[in-house]
């Protein structure tokens, strides 16, 4: 069991940037892959970025050069730092955990709002 707590959620204006963090209730160096999804109003859940435990990133095209992902095997957290953001990064952002042999877990979600 791996139980996910994120934070840093917020109200932010267009352009701002803001840090999400994952916390995991175990030690997180064993991980395959961590990453963090984003639901919009309306909208399905999709992608936003991963990383791996030897520490490649993947990103969704609408975020890239605009979002930095990162883990710190020693505080077991990992973190979606997001610049310049747009009204269409407006979201329910969750972490998501893949644990080999023990399946996927997902946080509760931290609610991402960007005004114009």
């Known amino acids: 069991q791996v139980q996910l707590v994120e934070s840093g959620g917020g109200l932010v204006q267009a352009g701002g940037s803001l840090r999400l963090s994952c916390a995991a209730s175990?030690?997180?160096?064993?991980?395959?892959?961590m990453g963090w999804y984003r639901q919009p109003p309306g909208k399905q859940r999709e992608l936003v970025a991963t990383?791996?435990?030897?520490?490649?990133?993947n990103y969704a095209d609408s975020v890239k050069g605009r979002s930095t992902i990162s883990r710190d095997n020693a505080k077991n957290t990992v973190y979606l730092q997001m610049d310049s953001l747009r009204p269409e990064d407006t979201a329910v952002y969750y972490c998501?955990?893949?644990?080999?042999?023990?399946?996927?877990?997902w946080g509760q979600g931290t609610q991402v709002t960007v005004s114009s």
């Open positions: 175990r030690n997180i160096y064993s991980i395959d892959i």
């Open positions: 990383i791996t435990s030897g520490g490649r990133t």
């Open positions: 998501h955990a893949r644990v080999a042999i023990m399946g996927n877990y």
